[in-house]
């Protein structure tokens, strides 16, 4: 691994990434959204940035010299493969300043009819100065993609396994696995529905090099809704006894 590698390996460890990816149906959407987050995350003293699409990488490379993990989310209601599918978008994101390139690694068909994890061995031959993150769903598929040349996995794809046990909380348990299975493979990053600073440390307590929170953080309509769900459980009227 060369120089610049090992120095983004370490500028990410124990450090929050932060998540930018607004989509333009959110409340707080505006062309500058993006940007602005980043600045947030500057001020906060976030260690690196999760960015989906070559616009958005292009944009953000101009404002931090901070890691980027790049993507782009291709969605279609007839795949189940969509970020960073193939080599199209593996070429955009680099061109457009990535660090390190964030893809699907999971055992599931892309649209070119192959196994999703089959895009790290591409990447290894084409690109092989880049640093790769395997989104999977298990610890199965992160010691698999960290096999085949993946330098770090994360289980943020956790909610679209068989049987999730839970959609809207992290698994600890999954991560626990992930970190005793793939020891000496790889790094593990924690993603997936963290929501508090309690969350995010023991994340780092479980063994993950870093954790990466988005929505908690960049999307403040969903943040909202949380506090209201829990709230709501307790509006009614309780009797009172004197």
């Known amino acids: 691994m060369n120089e610049k590698n090992k120095k983004i ?5 124990n450090g929050l990434i932060l998540s930018c990816q607004v989509k333009k149906s959110d409340p707080l959407y505006f062309p500058e959204v993006i940007e602005k987050l980043v600045l947030c995350g500057e001020w906060g003293d976030a260690c690196g940035y999760r960015i989906n699409t ?3 990488i292009s944009k953000i490379r101009k404002i931090t010299d901070k890691p980027i993990i790049g993507l782009w989310k291709i969605n279609s ?3 189940d493969v969509f970020i960073t599918p193939t080599m199209k978008e593996v070429d955009e994101i680099v061109k457009a300043g990535a660090d390190i390139l964030a893809v699907d690694a999971t055992d599931r068909m892309n649209s070119n009819g192959k196994k999703a994890y089959e895009i ?4 290894r031959k084409k690109y ?7 989104d999977v769903r298990n610890a199965e598929e992160a010691k698999h993609a960290l096999e085949l040349g993946a330098h770090m996995a994360a289980p943020t794809l956790y909610r679209f ?17 992930m970190v005793q299975v793939c020891e000496g493979l790889g790094l593990i990053i924690m993603e997936g529905k ?3 600073p309690e969350e995010a440390i023991q994340s ?12 908690a953080i960049t999307r403040p309509h969903l943040t909202t809704l949380r506090f209201t769900s829990m709230m709501n459980k307790y509006k009614r009227k309780i009797p009172l006894k004197y």
Not at 9 to 13: F, R, S
Not at 128 to 134: F, G, K, M, S, T
């Open 161 to 177: 396994g068989d049987n999730p046990k839970s959609t809207d909380s992290p698994d600890f348990e999954e991560l626990a696995k």
């Open 54 to 56: 070559p616009e958005n």
């Open 77 to 79: 209601e007839t795949e």
């Open 9 to 13: 390996i370490e500028a990410l460890k």
């Open 120 to 123: 790290i061995t591409e990447i």
């Open 128 to 134: 092989p100065e880049h640093l790769i993150l395997a």
């Open 204 to 215: 780092l307590y479980l063994g993950a090099h870093a954790v990466v929170v988005g929505s």
């Open 194 to 196: 963290i929501s508090t």
